[in-house]
């Protein structure tokens, strides 16, 4: 018989499976694949094969398929009409010939590739498990530990996970430094790399700022303040607009915490980073001033058709308005979706004059 008897096989591959801590279920059928991979190399990786094993009489078997053609152009998929007529007299053009391979000189080539590929299987079934464990906790915080610095990038042990956490240059809040054995937080993202087994987590997404309001405010995770937008240059500032939706919730006042030890918690983690909190308004104009925290403003004069915003706000806080390099002004327009044009009282004052003269004069 061509079938391979192996009374040592099924004790084995059941302890195999004990040890990796699957079921009999999947060794089996890691191992058919295995036992196919190993046939290929065997015979040729041209050959269309199946694997069969029954382990409750430790037989494996084997079979090879070829379509019957007129004429042969690949021996190792087709037979001649005549020759499968010598198997069996009523095959015609087009039918699948089956025959089974002998497998008593299964070879050591073969048995090594089978080997290979079970723990192929296995690393791949581990990958597949702790990729499912991340994705379950994704868009989560989580306490790494940093356990290697190459060149700038961080490589971090999750705990819980089998894959390794990687936190770019891009993912780090400039101005911060940490060493090996350090712990931080980091956000988890989607984005995994399989082919490695890496999961890149960043600190610099504003999801990450977010994520540390949920974690400090318990009223956030109640639904009794909303996030409502969020706005984040890391390492300078991050604006957040918070909506209360109890009546008596202060949305500023809960994240703040009493004594402030809520928001700084947030600050220790951020460091030398801002915070503004920005109370939500359904009113644009009252929205878009507040989004200039911490300057005051005077009053906004807004095009809704556009949504662009002039706001003007005190002469000697107008730097204070734009924020360095223009960022806080930047800030306030992705907060709130309006282009914003920042104006000292003075400036909007002649601009004003200016306008009015032209069109009196007109």
Not at 41 to 62: M, P
Not at 101 to 114: H, P, Q, Y
Not at 155 to 164: A, D, N, R, T, V
Request: charged letters at 30%; a negative charge; aromatic letters at 6%.
């Amino acid at each position: 018989m061509p079938a391979l008897v192996r009374k040592d096989l099924g004790p084995a591959l059941k302890q195999l499976a004990d040890e990796r801590g699957l079921t009999m279920d999947e060794i089996v059928s890691d191992f058919e694949v295995a036992l196919t991979a190993a046939l290929k190399k065997l015979y040729g990786e041209a050959q269309d094969t199946r694997v069969e094993f029954n382990i409750e009489k430790s037989k494996i078997r084997a079979w090879q398929y070829k379509t019957v053609v007129e004429e042969v152009e690949d021996f190792d998929k087709q037979l001649s009409l005549e020759e499968a007529q010598e198997i069996k007299a009523t095959y015609k053009i087009g039918d699948i010939v089956e025959e089974e391979l002998e497998l008593k000189d299964f070879g050591r080539v073969a048995a090594i590739t089978m080997k290979q590929v079970m723990s192929q299987k296995t690393r791949d079934r581990a990958r597949t498990v702790a990729l499912e464990e991340i994705n379950a906790r994704a868009e989560q915080i989580v306490t790494a530990k940093i356990t290697k610095i190459d060149r700038e990038t961080f490589h971090l042990e999750i705990p819980g996970s089998s894959l390794e956490g990687i936190l770019n240059q891009r993912g780090q809040i400039p101005g911060q430094n940490f060493k090996v054995g350090d712990f931080l937080k980091v956000y988890i993202n989607r984005a995994v790399d399989d082919r490695h087994g890496e999961i890149y987590v960043t600190r610099t997404s504003p999801q990450f700022v977010r994520a540390l309001f949920d974690l400090e405010v318990p009223e956030i995770g109640r639904e009794e303040i909303l996030v409502k937008a969020i706005a984040r240059e890391a390492g300078y500032r991050t604006k957040i607009s918070l909506q209360s939706t109890v009546e008596n919730v202060d949305p500023i006042g809960a994240c703040v915490g009493a004594r402030g030890v809520r928001i700084q918690n947030i600050l220790s983690e951020i460091q030398n980073e801002k915070i503004d909190l920005i109370p939500w308004s359904d009113d644009p104009l009252e929205f878009i001033a507040s989004s200039l925290a911490p300057a005051p403003v005077l009053r906004v004069e807004a095009d809704e058709a556009s949504k662009t915003a002039r706001v003007i706000v005190p002469n000697d806080k107008l730097s204070l308005a734009i924020g360095k390099s223009g960022m806080n002004v930047k800030l306030a327009a992705r907060l709130t979706g309006w282009r914003i044009d920042v104006k000292s009282e003075e400036r909007a004052a002649e601009e004003d004059a200016a306008q009015f003269e032209e069109l009196t004069l007109g």
